[in-house]
T-cell receptor, first 113, second 109 residues
Framework: DVKVTQSSRYLVKRTGEKVFLECVQD?????MFWYRQDPGLGLRLIYF???????EKGDIPEGYSVSREKKERFSLILESASTNQTSMYLC????????????FGAGSRLTVL | SQQGEEDPQALSIQEGENATMNCSYK?????LQWYRQNSGRGLVHLIL?????REKHSGRLRVTLDTSKKSSSLLITASRAADTASYFC?????????FGKGTRLHILP
């Protein structure tokens, strides 16, 4: 089975801190995605990547950046965390374009105080 | 912006009944997918239907797609307690996979 592993299940950070959320997949998937999930808003796409060092903005990229230096790893970076970034963050991967069935990680719940 | 919008937002039915959820979307798509999320967990893929398909089955799941109306429906037959979850449709548009807000399904014993 494809496994998508998110490094932290729960994080608590302070306003202004730099936050790294790490995601690793172990099945050589080309595409990787970061979403945030908030009650009543569903999942919203932050960034996605279809290749190493490539990134595309999703619908809500403001306040976030990403890094994909290796195929298996996709990092989400909050340069200066704010309270409105308190959320559940979900990472997902898919084999390649045209077969974009997503495998999700378990999620990282971030609280910014 | 949300591409897909599920309807209803919440649904409660008796065990054994059928559950139907609908999804509407705004722009042209390559395919549409349905996912399930159990409380506090990641999403699990259920079924994918391509834009040139009209209906697809997988076990107790039946999905329809009407591209002229930009809508899809997910039917779960003979519901079970384990079907209690949130269900999301997701549209694939140029590799951007956009989710709706979901339908919360509760199966009553």
């Amino acid at each position: 089975d494809v496994k998508v592993t998110q490094s932290s299940r729960y994080l608590v950070k302070r306003t202004g801190e730099k936050v790294f959320l790490e995601c690793v997949q172990d099945m050589d998937h080309e595409n990787m995605f970061w979403y945030r999930q908030d009650p009543g808003l569903g999942l919203r796409l932050i960034y996605f990547s279809y290749d190493v060092k490539m990134k595309e903005k999703g619908d809500i990229p403001e306040g976030y950046s990403v890094s994909r230096e290796k195929k298996e790893r996709f990092s989400l970076i909050l340069e200066s965390a704010s309270t409105n970034q308190t959320s559940m963050y979900l990472c997902a991967s898919s084999l390649h374009s045209g077969a974009n069935v997503l495998t999700f990680g378990a999620g990282s719940r971030l609280t910014v105080l | 912006s949300q591409q897909g919008e599920e309807d209803p937002q919440a649904l409660s039915i008796q065990e054994g009944e059928n559950a139907t959820m609908n999804c509407s979307y705004k722009t042209s798509i390559n395919n549409l997918q349905w996912y399930r999320q159990n409380s506090g967990r990641g999403l699990v893929h259920l079924i994918l239907i391509r834009s040139n398909e009209r209906e697809k089955h997988s076990g107790r799941l039946r999905v329809t797609l009407d591209t002229s109306k930009k809508s899809s429906s997910l039917l779960i037959t003979a519901s079970r307690a384990a079907d209690t979850a949130s269900y999301f449709c997701a549209t694939d548009r140029d590799d951007k996979i956009i989710f709706g807000k979901g339908t919360r399904l509760h199966i009553l014993p």
